[in-house]
């Protein structure tokens, strides 16, 4: 990522509704970032080749056949880049399917500018910082290595490819091993807001982190559930130093 702060920031504004477009491009420029927009599938894919961008605000409506559900999967296919969704459907469904093919935030229509400020910020700050506080160590749990600086994670010595909030997850839950997390502790140190009740992404992205490196779902030993609370790294964890430094 081309960031150096979380005020010069490069963002990509995908959405159909020029004035949307437009009053969010104002905005963020007013404040510093650079922005780019796109109005379909097709500028965004054009702005994406050549460009790197340290977020994305993308709609999940386009008329035609484009689906934002899809455009999430296609952009997680190539790139690590943190998805924040503006939508107008706010169901609790098209939360947690957004959130289960990849993208870190959910924010729905109408929306309040300040607050979509705070959750780009949000989502910048902390993929800013987990690179800053890693210096060269790496964590070894299990058969995996996760490396902040680098924000890879190595099963056996097989690549996982991981989303922005996946990493973020289990940043959160290696930093913190030994202790249950609950659902709002980790809202926070993922997402910087607070767990609603009726609230299941947290759950939904743990079901997705769990397919990636448990061997069996049904049976997870890495990331166990507390019933009632949350959840709990299962494994110990050691902290070393990168190989030949």
């Known amino acids: 990522m081309a960031l150096k702060n979380e005020y010069s920031a490069k963002l990509l504004v ?11 491009k104002e905005f963020f420029q007013d404040e510093g970032y650079e922005v780019w927009t796109a109005a379909d599938s097709l500028q965004m894919r054009n702005m994406l080749t050549g460009n790197q961008f340290d ?12 689906d934002g559900i899809d455009l999430v999967r296609e952009i997680r296919n190539k ?3 943190p998805i924040l969704i503006i939508s107008g459907r706010g169901d609790l469904t098209n939360k947690i399917v957004a959130l289960e093919v990849g993208a870190d935030d959910y924010i729905t229509k109408p929306f309040d500018l300040q607050e979509i400020y705070s959750r780009v910020r949000a989502v910048l700050r902390r993929t800013k910082t987990a690179a800053e506080e890693s210096g060269s160590h790496v964590y070894r749990f299990h058969n995996l290595q996760l490396d902040p600086d680098t924000r890879t ?8 490819p991981l989303t922005t909030g996946e990493f973020n997850m289990l940043m959160a839950l290696v930093s913190h091993s030994g202790r249950v997390l609950s659902r709002d502790f980790l809202m926070v140190e993922t ?7 009726m609230d ?8 997705r982190l769990r397919r990636k490196i448990e061997n069996d779902i049904h049976n997870p030993q890495i990331v166990k559930s507390v019933h009632g609370i949350g959840y709990s790294l299962g494994v110990p964890v050691r902290k070393t130093r990168k190989t030949g430094e």
């Open 14 to 24: 995908v959405d159909d509704d020029p004035d949307i477009r437009h009053i969010l």
């Open 55 to 66: 977020a994305i605000l993308l709609d999940l409506t386009f008329p035609g056949k484009d």
């Open 191 to 197: 997402r910087s807001r607070r767990f609603e009740g």
């Open 79 to 81: 790139s690590n880049v």
């Open 200 to 207: 299941r992404s947290i759950d939904a992205q743990i079901m």
């Open 153 to 160: 994670l190595l099963k056996n010595t097989e690549a996982v």
